[in-house]
C-alpha cells in the first residue's frame, strides 16, 4: 500500500509537468506583449516628442586684418580669427499647434565663447492671426534683426557697422505682438514691442523701451519702417589714448557723460529688391538722445547681382553725428565730450560672396573707411594726440575672409 501511494504521487507529479510548462510558457508570453506595449508606448511617446521639436543651426568663422590699429569692427594689424566668429543653437518646441516655446543659444568668439541666451521666449498665434511672444527676444530695429547672427542669411560679410554698430544692444526682455494682413501677392506685418535691456560692457541701463514697424514684402520687394524709444540712465565710461608728451601715450577710463533718465529715440527706413539676380539692399536711421549725448544719422546703400554660385556686390555706408554745434566745447569736460562723441565716416566695401556647396557660403570683402573729417571716426583705438590736436588715423582698409554655414 505504501509502494502504491509513493508511486501514485510521482505519476501525479508527472502529469503536472505540461501543464506548469503551459502556465510557465503563457506567462512568458504575456510578459513579452506587454514590453512589447511598452516599448510601442515609448515609441510613440519618442516621435511625438521628436514631431513637437525643432533643432537647427548656425556658424560663422572669419579672418580679419587691418593696415592700421584704426580699430575699424574690432580689426588691427594683426590676424584676429574672433572678432565675427560665432557658434549659435536654436530650438522650438511646440507645445500645441498654436504654442511655442523658443531657445537660441550664442557663443560668440569676441566675447571668449561665453554661452548666451539671445532668445528664450514663449509665442502663441490667436485664431484671429495675433501672434504674442514674450521673453528674451531680439530688437526689431533693422531689416536684418531677426537672424542678425546668421551669416547665411546675408549678402554681406557683416551688415555695416556704420548702421547696425550704432545700437549697443540686440536683445530685449519683454514682449511683443504682430499681425500678419495677406493680400493676393504680398503681406504686410505690423508689430509692436516693449521692454528693457541691460548694454554689455556697460553701466547704462535701458528702460521703458518701446516701439512699432511696419514691413511689407511681396516676395521681390520689401519696404519697411521702425520708431522706437526708451529711458537710458547711468554713466558713459569710454577708454581714450592721449599723448602727453613725444613716446608718453596713456590710456584712462572715465566718465564722459552722466546720462540722467534721458530720453532716447530711434527711427529707421528700409528698403530691399531681389528679383533672383540683382540685389539692391538700403536702410537709413536716426537716433536722438537727450543732454549732450549726439545725435547720429546712418545709412547703406548694397548692390549685388548673381552669377550662377558667386554673387559680387558693393557697399556704401556713412554715419555722423548732426548736433556737433549744438555741442560746442564750453569746458574742458566738454572738449572731452566731444573728442569722445563727435563721429563722421564713410566706409566703402567690395565683396564677393560664393555658396560653395549646400549651406555653405564664403565670403570675401575690402572695406575702406575714410572722411574722418575732425573726429575719430567712431573708432575706439584712434587716439588723440593733445599736443597736435590730431587723431592717429585718417582712414583704414579691413581684409574679410569668412565662412557662413546654417545645420
Do not use: C
Amino acid at each position: 500500500m505504501q509502494f502504491n501511494v509513493k508511486v501514485l504521487s510521482v505519476a501525479v507529479s508527472m502529469a503536472m509537468i505540461p501543464s506548469l510548462a503551459i502556465a510557465d510558457e503563457a506567462a512568458d508570453a504575456k510578459i513579452a506583449k506587454l514590453e512589447q506595449q511598452v516599448q510601442t508606448l515609448q515609441s510613440q511617446q519618442n516621435a511625438n516628442l521628436a514631431d513637437k521639436f525643432n533643432f537647427n543651426g548656425f556658424i560663422s568663422g572669419a579672418y580679419i586684418s587691418s593696415d592700421n590699429d584704426a580699430g575699424y569692427n574690432g580689426a588691427d594689424t594683426s590676424a584676429d580669427f574672433n572678432q565675427d566668429s560665432k557658434l549659435g543653437f536654436q530650438g522650438t518646441f511646440n507645445i500645441t499647434d498654436s504654442t511655442q516655446a523658443v531657445l537660441q543659444l550664442m557663443m560668440r568668439g569676441q566675447y571668449d565663447w561665453e554661452v548666451e541666451a539671445e532668445w528664450a521666449y514663449l509665442s502663441h498665434r490667436f485664431e484671429n492671426g495675433v501672434k504674442v511672444r514674450a521673453g528674451k527676444l531680439r530688437v526689431p530695429l533693422f531689416m536684418y534683426s531677426d537672424y542678425l547672427d546668421v551669416g547665411y542669411a546675408q549678402l554681406f560679410s557683416r551688415p555695416p557697422v556704420e548702421v547696425y554698430g550704432s545700437i549697443p544692444f540686440s536683445s530685449y526682455t519683454g514682449a511683443g505682438v504682430s499681425y500678419d494682413v495677406e493680400y493676393d501677392d504680398s503681406t504686410l506685418t505690423m508689430q509692436a514691442f516693449g521692454g528693457e535691456s541691460d548694454i554689455k560692457n556697460s553701466a547704462v541701463e535701458l528702460s521703458n523701451l518701446m516701439g512699432a514697424n511696419v514691413s511689407w514684402t511681396d516676395e521681390t520687394w520689401t519696404l519697411r519702417a521702425v520708431y522706437a524709444q526708451a529711458q537710458i540712465d547711468g554713466p558713459v565710461v569710454d577708454e581714450v589714448d592721449v599723448t602727453l608728451a613725444p613716446n608718453v601715450i596713456t590710456q584712462a577710463n572715465y566718465t564722459v557723460l552722466e546720462l540722467d533718465d534721458e530720453t532716447a529715440s530711434f527711427v529707421g527706413v528700409g528698403a530691399s529688391y531681389d528679383n533672383g539676380e540683382v540685389i539692391a539692399i538700403t536702410e537709413w536711421t536716426r537716433q536722438e538722445i537727450d543732454n549732450a549725448f549726439p545725435d547720429t544719422d546712418s545709412g547703406y546703400l548694397t548692390l549685388g547681382y548673381r552669377i550662377k554660385a558667386f554673387t559680387p556686390y558693393v557697399t556704401v555706408a556713412y554715419t555722423k553725428t548732426q548736433d556737433n554745434d549744438e555741442r560746442l566745447p564750453l569746458s574742458t569736460a566738454a572738449a572731452t565730450q566731444m573728442i569722445a562723441f563727435n563721429v563722421e565716416r564713410t566706409a566703402y566695401s567690395l565683396g564677393l560672396r560664393w555658396d560653395a556647396i549646400d549651406n555653405v557660403a564664403i565670403k570675401f570683402d575690402l572695406t575702406y573707411a575714410d572722411d574722418f573729417g575732425d573726429t575719430s571716426g567712431g573708432l575706439s583705438s584712434n587716439g588723440y594726440d593733445s599736443s597736435t590736436g590730431q587723431f592717429a588715423y585718417d582712414d583704414t582698409l579691413v581684409y574679410t575672409v569668412k565662412f557662413d554655414a546654417v545645420f
